[in-house]
Nanobody
Framework: QVQLVESGGGLVQAGGSLRLSCAAS????????MGWFRQAPGKEREFVAA??????YYADSVKGRFTISRDNAKNTAHLQMNSLKPEDTAVYYC???????????????????WGQGTQVTVSS
């Protein structure tokens, strides 16, 4: 069982930056693929980024602006978000699945564990 806790959300002006963190419990963090998803009001949950071992994947809408990383020694994954836009406003969720997410990293059903979410609000 893995427990995930997100932090780092908040209110930022357009063009600003935020860094989200996802702290994971457990002793085998390095064997998990980690994903970030987001859900805006009235919209479906959508893929943002994932990291599977050393491979990173991004949604087209965030490519070049967001960077996903992980620190296996600290059981933590991060999402660095730069050049934020009002359309990035959403609740951001961290997710985890054991081993590689392979070709399915962008699908929410791939992941077995989810955090409670952290709100990101970007003002114009």
């Amino acid at each position: 069982q893995v427990q995930l806790v997100e932090s780092g959300g908040g209110l930022v002006q357009a063009g600003g930056s935020l860094r989200l963190s996802c702290a994971a419990s457990g002793r085998t963090f390095s064997s998990y693929s980690m994903g970030w998803f987001r859900q805006a009001p009235g919209k479906e949950r959508e893929f943002v980024a994932a990291i599977s071992y050393s491979y990173a994947y991004y949604a087209d809408s965030v490519k070049g602006r967001f960077t996903i990383s992980r620190d296996n020694a600290k059981n933590t994954a991060h999402l660095q978000m730069n050049s934020l836009k009002p359309e990035d406003t959403a609740v951001y969720y961290c997710a985890a699945v054991r081993y590689s997410c392979s070709s399915y990293c962008a699908e929410s059903r791939t992941y077995d564990y989810w955090g409670q979410g952290t709100q990101v609000t970007v003002s114009s």
